[in-house]
């Protein structure tokens, strides 16, 4: 795994278009543990991103109905 496929929470944020603290929330709600931490950066890889867009969808639909 390189440096290149990992995303900070912020990272993660600005890829999916949604603020940081609905990512974090998604992130904390279903358990998603980092693929890497440096220091105090928790790093997440693109089949976690994934899982965090699954997350915020299955928000927006439940507020739809």
């Known amino acids: 795994?390189?440096?290149e496929n990992?995303?900070?929470v912020g990272e993660v944020a600005d890829k999916l278009g949604?603020?940081?603290a609905r990512v974090q929330y998604i992130?904390?709600?279903h358990r998603?543990?980092?693929a890497e931490r440096v220091g105090i950066y928790r790093l997440f890889n693109d089949s976690q991103v994934e899982q965090?867009?699954?997350g915020l969808?299955?928000?927006q639909v439940r507020a739809d109905k």
């Open 18 to 20: 949604e603020p940081p």
């Open 1 to 3: 795994m390189t440096i």
């Open 6 to 8: 990992l995303y900070t």
């Open 52 to 54: 965090v867009r699954n």
């Open 27 to 29: 992130i904390s709600k």
């Open 57 to 59: 969808f299955n928000i």
């Open 32 to 34: 998603i543990k980092p």
